[in-house]
Structure formats: structure tokens, C-alpha cells
DNA sequence: CTGAAAGCGCTTACAG
DNA sequence: CTGAAAGCGCTTACAG
């Protein structure tokens, strides 16, 4: 059994099918009611499902939203999703979900298949130093912008497109202030890789308001930006500031992202370091996970929802696409456990 | 500026559209090398890039696989959907994504668009007692199915379709044989809805195999199959079961999913009980959260990124959706901190 | 208000 | 091996 057409329905109901196309799919003149009940209930005995490759055909228009993740599995993107998803129904729209495990040729590959697949907008989350962005991509994305294609990136503000990204240099400076008005005065910092913008930009508005008060980290570590890489970067960390067991003050860690942080209490735990009395550790973006983490942890609050929701809102927004609009979201300042300054 | 056409490409090469379209896209006989280099190199120069939305009209296959997932933030599914992108990747398939949030129209919703989008497959992940199947979404799926689609549901046999189903029933009853070999012998269980079948099938593998033994849970408390339901849960249960930290013999609880064990350890903590001294406790589902979680949570590991996987395998494989295929994934008991039993 | 017809960009028998 | 032509299922000026 074949799919119901809209020729069919319009035989039933004894109509022409660009009747019946005008009454089932909005258009701005209604036919008189009379018919358009003829044609309605036709439809639904047919069971009528209008074929959307043929609507973005004749359209051309899909419905459709591309949308690139670095890792789906990391709670930070899947809360973004979720924001993406949350808007993109509302508006009616479809989202078509790329992961691409930090893989820039899968990156690259994900775009042009959604380009492809003509998507009416793509949405890159995951940040990147925006120099470092692959040849191959730029150019296809540049194509696809003549096409009337939309980019929005989140975190990693591109030579096009519209873009919203967190205030991560700022809010890491509100951060700094807020640790050190808890009265650390030992810093260390757990960075990420040098070209991803995200990881650059908290490490530098954390360490520079640190300097503007005249302090400066002792020691500064990068790792990858998961929690494999807080992991192993904290045991380099603890080695360099040799940490011990019962110390009298403990330094105050700073790690670049939640999920570096987790993972450097794990290292720290391994090898019997307490949180916060060892060591005392905050991190960066708030994800749900945190909620039930011990200890608590120290942290600015991201609504990676909301940024999700944004984006989308960007996507639909033919001017700011085009006049490359470019929103910042605020980060808010939560002390937790973690950083708890107990003075002997 | 337009979009380059199949058109342009031959025009260009000075051949047919039909050429073209052989030469670019994988026929059987592939034409002279001459000419397919030609055609190849118009392409590239004029940066072809095929419409995938004619294609699929054309050739009645989209190459999209629709996905529908209760809460794309919780690690459960985001898990899933990484396997299910992985694996549609390979197969060089796109997935269009939704996520419900647990609300049954939003999910008909879903499945209808996917469905006028033509996915080639669909698949469900997220269980429900199987006679509570929505009728219309029942429908639909019929249809769909009629039409030539697949239909992959995990974690729920329905009446159609393929199914990659966990083996809830078997591993509780593993877990609870191992739990019972600890040395607990006073039990209850925190439980999900009544019609999640999921939720069932783990309470009735855990409870009845500890009745093989002559035992009974002392109490058995149901909430939402979420980490706030598991968080009230517990508090219910312990008023129910007066837990006061420093008891004899601390009983032990199973929550029928590791998101509900989290809730539940944060809901004693505030209470003052602690985790394994006051109140021991195992999960089930081993999600990635998990690696960092302290108490370390004793639970049935689920490989979910495989899971995801297989229900693309089937998905894809036509036999095997047509004949309702059935696939079953063992788990694996893991048995932490949070279980240790601390005799007095 | 309604219909006949062209067109969206491809694929694929059918001839040659 | 190659091409002319029909067809996939819709939408939308253009007439009436």
C-alpha cells in the first residue's frame, strides 16, 4: 500500500489539488467552508500525510535544523540540545542532531550533509579558536550563506554567522574575586587546549583579575577539555604544587570547565587528597550533574538551556543572521563546598 | 546566488543530466572514465553539492533516521543517542532527533513529523507499559510500517516493530543474588510507575528473586523514574522504615535506575543518614554520571552507546524490522561502595 | 474562489 | 555507454 498524495484526497473530495493544497497547508485565502470541510474530512479518512521532501521541494524551505555538537554524551551539550530541541518544536521545526567526538573531519562532513539535506539553518556549538577554523568548512559555510543558509555558532564567535557565547572572561573574573574574597591567596589554574576559545578566555579572565589584585597562580596546567583531561592534569598539578594530606592552607584550583573539575577531584581522591581541606577546587558551567556531586562544587552558572534556546531563535532571525548579530549570555557566581576556606 | 544544479554540472561537462547524475552518484555501470572525469571535475569546480530533498523524492528513500528520546539531558538517553549517531554515521544516514520530556502528545507529535519527513526508520527509546500504548501513535506506526518504514523500539516490546530490549528482569534478580551474598538480608525498594515497563520488570526480577530466598522487602515506595522521583521516594521511605544514622544493621534499597539511586543518596544526606552506614543502596543502569559519584553506587551495568548501536543495526536491516526481530542486552553487576555492608 | 500547468532538482526505466 | 523523457509529490503564479 501506497502512501496517501495529495491527488487522492483531492479526487475524493472532488476538488483540484491546488485546492486541496491551499485548504490542508496554509495558505492566505481559504477556500469557501463548504469545500474546505470536504477536503478536511477526506483527508482524514485517507489518513493523508503530507510528504515534507516534496512541501521543501516546491518550497524550498525544509524545516529543518542543523545542529553540530562536539559530545552528545557531555552533559554540557546535551543540556544545549535540549534548549535547541525545546525551541525548535515550538517552532515547528525539525533538528537534525550531529555528534561529532572532536572530530573536525566529522565536523566538516556533518555540515555539508546538512547543507546537503538544505537545513534552513545550522547550529555549531563548541568552541574553537576561530583562526585555527578548518579551510574546508569556512568555504562551505560561506557557500551556503549565499544560499540563504543560516550559521549561529555558540561560544566561538566566527568570521560569520550570528553567535551567542557565554561571558566567559568576565564571569571568570567575578569568580576570581569571589575566591578571593573567601580569602584565598594560592591560586592554581587547570586550562584547556590552547585553541579552543572557551578555554582560553576563562583561564584569561580569571588569571588577569588575579593580577589586578596582584596575585598570580603558582602553577598552570592544561589538559583536554574533558574529564580525562582535569584527571590527568591534576595529577601533574598536585605533583608540581606537591600537595599533601593535612597541609595548612590549601591553594585554590581553578579548572576551566565542570567536568575537568570532576574529574580533577577523582585524581585528587586517588591519591587521599580531601576537597576542600586539601585542596580547594571551582569550576565552570553549572551542568545538572553538579547537583548531586560531593562535595559541592564552586562553579558560574551557565543556563545552557536557555543558550540552546537563543540559538535557535538567532536561526529563525533572517536579520540577525545576516547582520551577524551576536548576543552574550551571563554567567552567574555559585560557592560551593568545594571552595570553603577552613583556616586552621 | 543559487544553488549549483545537476544541471549546470552536465551543461559544464557537455554531457546529459542523466550522465552527470550516474557519474556523481553511485549507479551500477559507472560511464568512460573520460567522461566521469569531466563530470567530476565540473562538479568540483562549481561546488555541487546534490539536493538531498530531490533525491529523495526521486529515489523514495530520505537516508534519515528519526529518533525519539523521553529527556535528551538525562545520561540514560543521551548515552543512547550517542550510539544511535555513531552508528547512523557510519551507515551514512542522518538522525533527526526529538526529545518529549516525557509528554505522550509531544511523542505522536514527533513521530508524525518524522513520519511526513519520511524517515526511512524510526526508533523509540524510552518504555512504557506496552498495553498503554497511545492508540494514535498505534496507528500511525501501523501505517508507517504499511508504507514501507522500520520501526526500532528499546526497552519496550510493542505489538510491531523490531526491539533491542536490556535484560531488566534477569540482571535485577543477578543483583539481588549478589546483594543477598553480601550479607543483606532486610531490603526495600524504590520503584518507578506502574506502567513504565522498564521500571516493572526490574522491581519483579529484584523482588521475586529475593523471594526465591525467603525474603520480602520490608517496604516498597514508587516514584517518577527520575532523580527527583527518586529523591521524594526516599524520604518517604525513610519515615517508613524510621532510619536514624547509627543503627545496627542498615537496610538496603534498590532504586530501579541510577538516576533515582542519586536522587535518593541526596535526600538521606539532607536527612544526616549516610551512605553505606546508615542506609546501603544499588541502581541500575551503570550511567557514565556514575564514574564520579561518591559513594561509589553498586548497580547492573548497561552498555547503552551499544544499545544505541543495535537498534540502528536493525534498523537498517529490513529483515529483520518485517519479521520483528528481538534482540536482547545482558547486564552486568557491579557491586561498589555504596552496598558494603559494615558489621558492627 | 478555483483550476490547469509549470516547476522545484533529482533518478531511472526505456531506447538507441 | 549515453540521452530524452517521464515521474517523484507538492506549491504557486497565472488565468478565469
Redesign the pocket.
Known amino acids: 500500500m501506497?502512501?496517501?498524495?495529495?491527488?487522492?484526497?483531492?479526487i475524493r473530495a472532488?476538488?483540484?489539488?491546488?485546492?486541496?493544497?491551499?485548504?490542508?497547508?496554509g495558505?492566505s485565502?481559504?477556500?469557501?467552508e463548504?469545500?474546505?470541510d470536504r477536503v478536511r474530512a477526506a483527508a482524514a479518512e485517507l489518513g493523508?500525510?503530507?510528504?515534507a521532501?516534496?512541501?521543501a521541494?516546491?518550497?524550498?524551505?525544509t524545516g529543518l535544523i542543523g545542529l553540530v555538537v562536539h559530545d552528545i554524551a557531555d552533559p554540557y551539550f546535551s543540556s544545549i540540545v535540549q534548549g535547541v530541541q525545546t525551541a525548535a518544536r515550538r517552532a515547528g521545526k525539525l533538528v537534525l542532531l550531529a555528534s561529532t567526538q572532536r572530530d573536525f573531519d566529522i565536523e566538516r562532513e556533518s555540515v555539508s550533509t546538512f547543507i546537503s539535506h538544505r537545513a534552513d539553518a545550522i547550529i555549531l556549538a563548541g568552541s574553537r579558536q576561530s583562526g585555527d577554523l578548518d579551510r574546508d568548512l569556512e568555504k562551505e559555510c560561506a557557500r551556503y550563506l549565499d544560499n540563504n543558509g543560516k550559521v549561529v555558532v555558540v561560544g566561538q564567535p566566527l568570521s560569520f554567522g550570528a553567535a551567542v557565547e557565554p561571558e566567559n572572561y568576565a564571569a571568570s573574573a567575578e569568580l576570581a574575586h569571589a575566591l578571593l574574597g573567601q580569602g584565598h591567596r594560592d591560586f592554581a589554574v587547570i586550562g584547556g587546549p590552547g585553541h579552543i576559545r572557551t578555554a582560553v578566555d576563562r583561564r584569561n579572565g580569571f588569571v588577569e583579575a588575579l593580577a589586578s589584585q596582584g596575585v598570580t597562580p603558582l602553577v598552570e596546567i592544561a589538559g583536554d577539555f574533558s574529564r580525562d583531561g582535569g584527571f590527568s592534569a591534576a595529577r601533574r598539578l598536585a605533583a608540581a604544587l606537591d600537595l599533601r594530606h593535612g597541609q595548612a592552607v590549601p591553594p585554590c584550583v581553578f579548572a576551566v570547565s565542570d567536568v575537568m573539575a570532576i574529574g580533577a577531584i577523582a585524581a585528587w581522591r586517588e591519591l587521599g587528597l580531601a576537597v576542600p581541606d586539601d585542596v580547594c577546587v571551582a569550576g565552570f558551567d553549572d551542568i545538572p550533574t553538579l547537583r548531586d556531586h560531593v562535595p559541592g562544587l564552586s562553579t558560574v552558572a551557565l543556563s545552557l538551556v536557555d543558550i540552546g534556546e537563543r540559538a535557535v531563535a538567532l536561526a529563525l532571525d533572517d536579520t540577525a543572521t545576516s547582520s551577524r548579530a551576536h548576543e552574550f549570555v551571563p554567567g552567574r557566581v555559585i560557592l560551593r563546598d568545594s571552595s570553603v576556606l577552613h583556616r586552621p
Open positions: 501506497a502512501a496517501v498524495r495529495l491527488q487522492d484526497v483531492a472532488g476538488v483540484s489539488q491546488a485546492t486541496a493544497s491551499r485548504v490542508l497547508n495558505s485565502r481559504v477556500p469557501g463548504g469545500v474546505a493523508y500525510v503530507p510528504n521532501q516534496a512541501q521541494l516546491a518550497r524550498s524551505s
